[in-house]
């Protein structure tokens, strides 16, 4: 059977911390190939302000298009309507009936999935692997699956400490601060290229 993981995102911008956490999961989880998928219409968050669905596809693909073992996915982005990974991870079980699905996301995400849309679904479409953050408590996250009834859906990986994220690259790009060693060298182009997030202001 297949390991395939599966890695959802707004992606704006994507970092070298997510280019990191795919990396990590990949070896540890013996992943055979891995899924990214950019939010289309995200129902958790306001991203109203971002670039439109198809350029943060753009950065996705800017960022790991060419990568082997990782696929930039448009199922979301093409997709009408909110973005639920319920949807999604049902989408991806009739395309791969063969493949175990291991859904990837950081403490934080994980730490809502009770605020989920059918979250007893999404646990029994895919297994979560989190990479623990140091402001969240392992514990805390142990503690949402088991009132889910899904600690055996549960795994952590290890991932370097990195302590920066979207929001502070899209931060030093408005205050005029150095951003492009946070991101993947193609990414910054695109960012500089169509003057993304004013980053010619």
């Given amino acids: 059977m297949t390991r395939l993981g599966v890695f959802g995102s707004s992606f704006n911008p994507p970092t070298l911390a997510h280019a990191v956490l795919l990396a990590e ?27 439109a669905a198809g350029v943060r596809m ?18 979301e982005v093409d997709r009408q309507g909110p973005s639920y990974t319920c949807d999604t991870l049902e989408e991806i079980h009739s395309l791969n009936p063969d493949s ?34 140091s402001e969240i408590a392992r514990d805390a996250v142990a503690e949402v699956f088991e009132r889910l ?3 055996d859906r549960l795994e952590f990986f290890a991932m370097p400490r990195m302590e920066f994220s979207s929001t502070l690259v899209r931060e030093r790009i408005a205050s005029n601060r150095p951003w492009k060693h946070l991101v993947p060298q193609g990414v910054a182009e695109m960012i500089d290229n169509e003057d993304l997030y004013g980053s010619k202001q």
């Fill in 25 to 51: 999961a990949g070896w540890q989880l013996a992943l055979d190939r891995i899924m990214v998928v950019p939010t289309g219409e995200a129902w958790h968050k306001d991203i109203s302000g971002a670039p």
């Fill in 58 to 75: 753009a950065l996705a693909k800017a960022a790991f298009g060419g990568q082997e073992g990782l696929e930039v996915s448009s199922l």
């Fill in 100 to 133: 175990q699905v291991f859904f990837l996301s950081g403490s934080d995400a994980a730490l809502g999935l009770g605020e989920w849309h059918r979250p007893d679904r999404v646990l029994e479409l895919a297994e979560f692997a989190v990479a623990p953050r």
């Fill in 149 to 151: 009834g899904a600690r």
